[in-house]
């Protein structure tokens, strides 16, 4: 008598999911696992701070085997390295957000900024002016080679 062979879709333990770095403006409740779905849906979620150290912990290759592969993958095309964190780098989380698809969410939420910004915008200017000013001078320098860089 044959026996059906196992069904490798179950698995004895959840996967763990990660869940994307939130934009600032965005309800929490919106932000989405790097695989595209909300977090309640899963019981194993943790954050790219939590994914760093779990890897930092078991290895990439353990660690690996325990993450959804399209997370994993997800964080890992990550141009800028991981980034656990908005102040670490929003361009970054920014660009993750853009992906390849058209997203009305976030299209939105563009134009409730732009809109914003427009009815503050004496306010807008002064606080970029600020922000100018705070940069480290070594960032300064690093971010005009790296423009050189892409203008050639
Ligand atoms: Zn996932």
């Known amino acids: 008598m044959a026996t ?24 929490p409740s919106l932000t989405k696992t790097e695989c595209g779905h909300q977090p309640s849906e899963f019981t194993q979620v943790m954050d790219h701070a939590g994914l760093i150290a ?12 325990q993450v959804c592969m399209t997370c994993w993958n997800h964080v890992r095309a990550q141009r800028d390295g991981i980034v656990d964190s908005w102040d670490a780098d929003p361009l970054a989380v920014v660009r993750r957000e853009v992906g390849h698809w058209r997203d009305d969410l976030l299209t939105r939420e563009f134009r409730v900024i732009a809109m914003l910004v427009a009815a ?22 690093s971010r005009r080679a790296k423009k050189r860089g892409r203008a050639q």
Do not use: C, N
Request: hydrophobic share 40%.
């Open 54 to 65: 779990f890897v930092r912990d078991l290895g990439v290759q353990r660690a690996s085997m």
């Open 120 to 141: 503050h915008f004496d306010e807008f200017t002064e606080l970029m002016r600020g922000l100018e000013q705070i940069v480290p001078p070594e960032e300064l320098v």
């Open 4 to 27: 059906d062979p196992p069904d490798m879709t179950k698995r004895e333990y959840p996967l763990i999911h990660v869940r994307r770095i939130r934009l600032p403006w965005r309800d």
